[in-house]
């Protein structure tokens, strides 16, 4: 018989987490969870559900910084006006993640502890310059870059009976972003392959910065933008110079590695993503020409 417990204070999930052991889950929306343990059927011994957590359900904005609660939905993200001018990618993620439903349970604390490669919220994070703050039992909250969080598929750098916390994003009035994704389908549909993008605010396209999601185990730093696409406007031919380069960067990927990749694709796969980079290259510059 499982043991279920729901804090609804940090004192109180504090405590919680003093009790976990490697055979407890920790629940957030369920949406990511609850399909596994269906398939896996573990032994778990503690259920730690986040839900009654209001702190950490919270989006709150200061002069320089976003704090986004664990806890926060994709709806509740989406739907924030202010997420929306000074976080745009992550805006344009959330908007997008599943169906309406899976944005009403689905959290992004989940999406970021859950490590999966397709998850469209760690591109945006890392390109948005975020840190995660991370709980321990011991009381003492643990700050990390966003880039170090993912250490592989399924894998982060929480510590056993560490809680993701929440996000904060630096305000940078001075840059715009975007993000899209292409998946199987328009709706409802897992990143195949995502791009995230930023350049300084009012210039389309000074200081070009870049993240490719779904391609790798961790995303991919698409430093070589702005070598590529050069500091002002984007026409078709430095859209299809990023893309050749992502493409090679993508088959670079999984021919450099000395150990077999951990991102398990088929031969079908890693050719339909090597394609679609152009797709998703020509969407995102679509999309940065209806923003400033
Ligand atoms: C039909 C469907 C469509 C989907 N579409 C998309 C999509 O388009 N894009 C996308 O990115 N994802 C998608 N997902 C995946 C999923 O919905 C998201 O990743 C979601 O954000 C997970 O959040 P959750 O709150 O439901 O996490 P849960 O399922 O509750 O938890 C996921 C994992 O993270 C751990 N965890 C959760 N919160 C914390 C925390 N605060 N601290 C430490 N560990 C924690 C849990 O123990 C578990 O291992 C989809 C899922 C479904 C079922």
Redesign the pocket.
Known sequence: MSMYLQPSTREELISALGQLTDKS???????????DLRKKRPDVDIFLS?SAMEEMKEIRISDDTICIG??AT?DSIARNAEIKTWATALHHACS????QQ?RN???????L??A?P????IPCVCLLGGTLLLLGADGAFRRIPAEDFTLGVSRTA?HPGE??FAIELPVRKDRSTAFVKLGSRKE????QISIAISWDKGTRYQNPDGYLGAVDVTPVHLEEMPELIGQGPVDDAAKDRLAESLRDRIRGIRMNRKRPPKLKITEAERLYKERAVRSVVYDVFDLAETID
């Open positions: 889950r920790i629940i957030a929306g369920g949406t990511d969870l609850m399909p986040l664990a806890m994709h997008h993640v599943g169906s899976i349970r689905g959290t992004i604390g989940g999406s502890a859950n999966s397709a998850g469209d919220m929480l809680v993701l409802v549909t897992i990143a």
